[in-house]
DNA sequence: TGTCAATAGTTGATATGTCAAGTATTGGTA
DNA sequence: TACCAATACTTGACATATCAACTATTGACA
């Protein structure tokens, strides 16, 4: 009887390998989606909300002239529809900025503020030591392997 | 440049080897997760709704004695507060039946219906077929690896 | 130049998720 | 046997997610 069936206290196997890399997969993203939540809520903001400001600041860095709204959606680690509300929130606490763009006036411009520069810099360090406390049960080669194989699964969808 | 690096449009290679495989992880679960939810929800359930219903269908094949609330939650792919709302909407829809334990009487216990026997076993197919494909980048001697990987991630974290 | 589909986003309605505080019941202990 | 902490939920209040319908603006084409 595998690892996973007695963590889910089954007591009838999995239908296929594929089923058991599914519910796996799920499981383990779920746990790992936690460690990352618990450091980041206790600042005030959700994960989906962290991940919008790493977006925005990782394109500060090389260009000022902002990022669209929808060009943030597409970056999500996780699909996202709604990221309008997202940004209105991080908006009313300030650690986001938006303006029309001037060139399409459709399109709505997005910056990171310096207070949320200072937010990420100040959690910086922990997300790092969480990533690893997260990824310690596998070693380096390891690593490079799990990245490798869910590449593969994820090639064939697009 | 890797290939996640381009996925999310990046130009700045991750921190580290568990921070690329972090958000591979998450991002590649969203995948699955959003494979299986197009699945499920045409029928008016939820994903998690439907994990409820195969660990009470899971349940119901070895003993009839019902499953209490909390010991489902305990058995959810992903962690869940809110059990009891979920089955709430369960029973509304006539898929699940709730009884007060005699034994217990703090316990309230749980079982599939017909309805929601009938529901699942329609959807069977397609799951088997969804799972597949979701894998379908892997071969089999990789799934193998993938699952043992995972294995090895959530262990040291209990 | 006027029309019109396509793009970019917003908004409203509703469902769902989440946390803290509350109720009922039990089992242990003085 | 009376008390009290622990268990097993439930409920209320609020935040967030999701979908569809809507508005504003653009670019292409007749």
């Given at each position: 009887?595998g690892?996973l069936?007695r ?11 594929a ?7 799920i ?12 450091l980041?809520?206790?600042h005030?903001?959700t994960l989906q909300?962290?991940n ?5 600041r990782g394109?500060d860095?090389e260009?000022?002239?902002g990022?669209?709204?929808l060009?943030?959606?597409?970056r ?7 990221v309008?509300r997202?940004?209105?929130r991080?908006e009313a606490?300030?650690l986001?900025r938006?303006q029309r763009c001037p060139?399409?006036r459709?399109q709505?411009?997005c910056w990171?503020t ?6 990420l810099?100040k959690?910086d ?5 969480s990533?690893e ?19 593969a699964?994820?090639?064939?969808h697009?």
């Amino acid at each position: 009887m595998g690892r996973l069936q007695r963590e889910l206290r089954q007591n009838r196997p999995f239908q296929s390998t594929a089923h058991e890399a599914v519910v796996g997969l799920i499981r383990t993203a779920d746990l790992v989606r936690r460690h990352m939540t618990a450091l980041v809520e206790p600042h005030g903001i959700t994960l989906q909300q962290f991940n919008v400001l790493r977006i925005l600041r990782g394109a500060d860095t090389e260009a000022r002239d902002g990022v669209p709204t929808l060009e943030i959606a597409d970056r999500m680690i996780e699909q996202t529809p709604g990221v309008t509300r997202l940004l209105d929130r991080l908006e009313a606490k300030e650690l986001v900025r938006r303006q029309r763009c001037p060139k399409d006036r459709r399109q709505h411009l997005c910056w990171i503020t310096p207070k949320g520069l200072a937010l990420l810099q100040k959690l910086d360090e922990a997300t790092l030591r969480s990533h690893e406390d997260s990824m310690k049960g596998l070693k380096t080669k390891d690593r490079a392997t799990f990245i490798r194989l869910m590449e593969a699964i994820r090639a064939p969808h697009q």
